[in-house]
């Protein structure tokens, strides 16, 4: 069923779509939001209980501060790029959709790590630890959704993650590792690690070590941005040390 002009207007009490600042509705079989283009100034959405399976109108929705999706046909978290772009919005309920799957820690890491300004997950207060364990846990959604039917809702989010390490066998992969080692080792002004460095690890083994080592720089240059020039020196201190202790280990294994 798709939400009309007219509904709107009635259930908001509204003279003007323009005008509208709160809608309710609730349980009353949505399928079609695209109303949603035409509410610029929304500040608050409960659409819990309906067949809404397509976010892309809210992203017009601008104002948007609250919005409750419980019980809805969601199967991608892919979905959550459409909200990426929403500045104020501090509270989501998300939960009992397709795209939450059967890991809630990962589910929850990955809504927080691409909407980090939320303030409220399914009724839940999220706190600073969960936004710093995000960037570890969950999952980057830097696409829309493919629009194909998944039996598991995190197929979808996970592709862009995993598509370098399918698709790159052998050698290929090792390169890229490589590469992709080399360009973040660049932003701290390190040298780069020589190709003779990884040839004595498998393809799958390498592109594991990859993952884990790349989820935790991606943390440490994230929150270095948080840091002041007193926090960027102890940081600095730290590595200075690490890598002596590394190139003296080096120096005696030779």
Same mark, same amino acid.
């Given at each position: 069923?798709?939400? +009309? ?5 009635? $259930? ?158 052998? +050698?290929?992969?090792? +390169? ?75 120096? $005696?294994?030779?």
């Amino acid at each position: 069923m798709r939400l +009309s002009r007219a509904a709107v207007l009635r $259930q908001a009490k509204a003279a003007s779509l323009v005008g509208v600042r709160r809608l309710n509705c609730w349980g009353s079989h949505l399928t079609d939001i695209s109303i949603c283009r035409d509410l610029p100034n929304i500040e608050v959405i409960t659409f819990s209980v309906n067949g809404i399976s397509d976010l892309e109108p809210l992203t017009q929705c601008q104002n948007l501060s609250e919005l409750y999706l419980r019980k809805n046909n969601i199967t991608s978290l892919n979905e959550l790029f459409y909200l990426k772009g929403l500045p104020r919005l501090r509270v989501l309920w998300l939960a009992e959709n397709p795209c939450c799957g059967q890991d809630p820690h990962r589910y929850r890491m990955t809504v927080l790590r691409n909407l980090p300004g939320l303030q409220k997950l399914d009724n839940q207060a999220v706190t600073e630890e969960e936004l710093s364990q995000a960037l570890v846990d969950g999952v980057e959604i830097t696409a829309p959704p493919a629009w194909r039917n998944v039996e598991n809702g995190w197929a979808e989010a996970m592709e862009s993650s995993a598509a370098g390490s399918t698709a790159e066998p052998g +050698s290929e992969l090792l +390169s890229s590792n490589l590469e992709e080692t080399n360009k973040i080792r660049e932003e701290f002004d390190m040298k780069p690690v020589p190709r003779d460095k990884y040839s004595s690890f498998s393809p799958r083994e390498t592109d594991c070590n990859r993952k884990k080592r790349n989820n935790v720089l991606n943390a440490i240059l994230l929150l270095m941005k948080e840091l002041d020039v007193e926090g960027l020196e102890i940081i600095q201190q730290t590595v200075v040390r690490r890598l002596q202790a590394f190139q003296k280990k080096e120096l $005696q294994e030779e």
